[in-house]
């Protein structure tokens, strides 16, 4: 068994596997920050729920070790592919033979990790570990989740275009990463076929549009019409 994960294809499964279950939080996550739409009350109220339900406390671990292998095996497999790649390939034309986003997987990879560590630290380190303030709903008191994720959208100035330019762009990056990721996820566990493989295309499309617009949203929503 340890050289089935040891091998190449053990090592793009674990890759796979890892990415699928984290395309699912982004589901849960892009739910969740929609309800900042919703007002200070609604959004305070299901960040709380997230924060006190066992559930959530019990995948936040998970989610870290999701994140930590699917990171470390993209790595490994990246290296391996750059070591073990014949001279001969220099001469194959890469633009026909794949797509910029499958060439460029690795860096948009890498660039998505740098601002998901911004975006870490700006406001799940601070409810975790910092003061947000704290604020009271329906008679009950719970951290001020609202004011802290919105308020680097609505600072004003310069400032907060820079951030929601980069947090725009960093979700634009995502979406690109996930665009190839959701097929190629399919494909590796082997449930991708010539029948499947244009449906899975088109749902890897639909679903990388959805995580790009769906976290844009709120930027502008909070620079352009609130």
Known sequence: MSNFFNSSIGKKLIMSISGLFLIMFLLVHLTANLFLLGGSDVFNLSAHFMDSNIIIQIMQPILALGFFLHILYSLIVQFHNWKSRPVKYAKVNQKEASTWVSRNMIWLGVFVFAFLFIHIINFFWVLKF???????????????????VTGLFTSGG????????????????LGLHLHH????????????????????TVIGDMFAILIAVGFSII?????FIK
């Open 130 to 148: 910092g003061e947000p303030g704290t604020v009271m709903v329906n008679g009950e008191e719970m951290e001020d989740a609202y004011t802290l």
């Open 219 to 223: 930027p502008i929503y909070f620079l």
């Open 158 to 173: 310069v400032l907060a275009y820079i951030y929601s330019g980069i947090y725009i762009i960093g979700f634009i990056a």
């Open 181 to 200: 990721a959701l097929w190629s996820a399919f494909q590796t566990i082997g449930w991708s076929n010539i029948k499947w493989r244009k449906i899975l």
